[in-house]
């Protein structure tokens, strides 16, 4: 693949899963575009990809609102040309969306702040959470994959998860937006085929970030009652590391290795889906 072609722009560079992706795209070569809503984290990945001898750009953009993403993708193309190769990694939960029980408990109802349910939650943080995991996937597929119809090449990945297979207890919003997002993938590689561009989605299993850490681990370093729930449906018995993803992504962006592959799912879960945990 020539230089004019390894092109990447990958969103929520900024984070654990997506600066590891970014970091190794420029090692082989490709000038890449990181997008995401805090500059400090962008800025980081920025200076360890240059000081590796590759190239990188920081690229403020909220991924859920059209107008920024097309702003940035004009500072992309300036700065580079057309992308090629896209990764949608920008995403995540908010802790005010996330439920504390795992079923109906009906002190919920009370609203005296004892329990925590679906009926507690705020319809505007759940709204959010749909948004920033769906649209901010769609948003950047339609402004960036402009460039690859226009152009006939290119790879579009999306970031899935174990909820895009099945609902997990206490996240319904982030559930329901990864289940958009396996749908969202298969339809837009249906309908991008024709154009040449394909389109397939990685689904991580658990695999920690600065957010989970606190969600898994108490503060002596044992593990929570939902980190042993997940280990006992991970038959590997550990969380990913960021590192484990960038084979299945090297694959998937490989016109080569698999350019008969479009519209799958790939899990990278450590057995995780085919484990009922009895």
């Known amino acids: 693949m020539s230089d004019t072609s390894k092109i990447a722009v990958v969103t929520g560079a900024g984070g654990t899963l997506c600066s590891e992706m970014a970091r190794n795209l420029a090692g082989q070569g490709y000038k890449v575009a990181l997008l995401g809503r805090s500059m400090d984290k962008l800025q980081r990945v920025e200076a360890e990809i240059k000081q590796a001898g590759g190239t990188a750009i920081s690229v403020a953009a909220d991924v859920a609102d059209e107008a920024s993403v097309k702003a940035a993708h004009a500072v992309v193309s300036e700065a580079f040309g057309p992308c090629t190769v896209l990764i949608n990694g920008a995403g995540g939960n908010q802790m005010d969306a ?46 960036f994959g402009r460039d690859m119809a226009a152009q006939k090449r290119g790879v579009i990945i999306n970031i899935a998860s174990m909820n895009s297979y099945r609902p997990l207890t206490k996240v319904g919003a982030y559930g329901m937006a990864k289940a958009g997002i ?72 490989s016109d080569e290795a698999a350019g008969f592959v479009t519209g799958i799912v790939v899990p990278v879960d450590g057995g995780f889906l085919a484990s009922s945990g009895v």
């Open 182 to 253: 396996a749908n969202f993938t298969q339809w837009l590689a249906a309908y991008l085929a024709p154009a040449g561009v394909r389109v397939n989605a990685i689904a991580p299993g658990f695999f920690l970030n600065d957010r989970s850490r606190k969600i898994m681990f108490h503060e002596d370093g044992s593990h929570t009652p939902r980190a042993e729930s997940i280990m006992g449906h991970t038959p590997q018995k550990r969380f990913g590391e960021a590192p484990e993803l960038i084979g299945c992504m090297n694959w998937l962006i």
């Open 98 to 143: 996330l439920t504390n029980t795992t079923e109906f408990d009906e002190r919920e109802l009370l609203d005296d702040g004892s329990v925590k349910g679906f009926f507690n939650l705020s319809m505007p943080v759940f709204q959010s959470v749909i948004d920033i995991n769906t649209m901010g996937t769609v948003i950047p597929s339609f402004v």
